[in-house]
């Protein structure tokens, strides 16, 4: 079992940064992949970016390509989601996952990739 806590949203004004960190704990080792989703009301979640556990490759959703950067702490077991220049539409809960059976980067997009979720946070960027 992996266990996942988010962490880091909050209320802020459009154009300004937040940085989101979902800490794992428990079976850690098993992990390959790490990814954040998010999910506003009324919609799907949706991707929003991913990172290899043991590497460091990375993938975005072209929504936030030049804004959010993904990263990791192995030592820490935590990975971080550094959200700029945020817009009003990127208001909704985000969710930290984790994937332990390998996948290729191509598939990191989908939901049924990642087998472990956290409770999510919730990040409101007014206009």
């Known amino acids: 079992q992996v266990q996942l806590v988010e962490s880091g949203g909050e209320l802020v004004q459009a154009g300004g940064s937040l940085r989101l960190s979902c800490a794992a704990s428990g079976r850690t080792f098993s992990m390959y992949h790490m990814g954040w989703f998010r999910q506003a009301p009324g919609k799907e979640r949706e991707f929003v970016a991913a990172?290899?556990?043991?590497?460091?490759?990375?993938r975005y959703a072209d929504s936030v390509k030049g804004r959010f950067t993904i990263s990791k702490d192995n030592a820490k077991n935590t990975v971080y989601l550094q959200m700029n220049s945020l817009k009003p539409e990127d208001t909704a809960a985000y969710y930290c996952?984790?994937?332990?059976?390998?996948?290729?980067?191509?598939?990191?997009?989908?939901?049924?990739?990642?087998?472990?979720w956290g409770q999510g946070t919730q990040v409101t960027v007014s206009s």
């Open positions: 996952a984790a994937g332990t059976t390998y996948m290729g980067v191509a598939q990191w997009g989908a939901k049924s990739s990642y087998n472990y």
């Open positions: 990172i290899s556990w043991a590497r460091s490759s990375t």
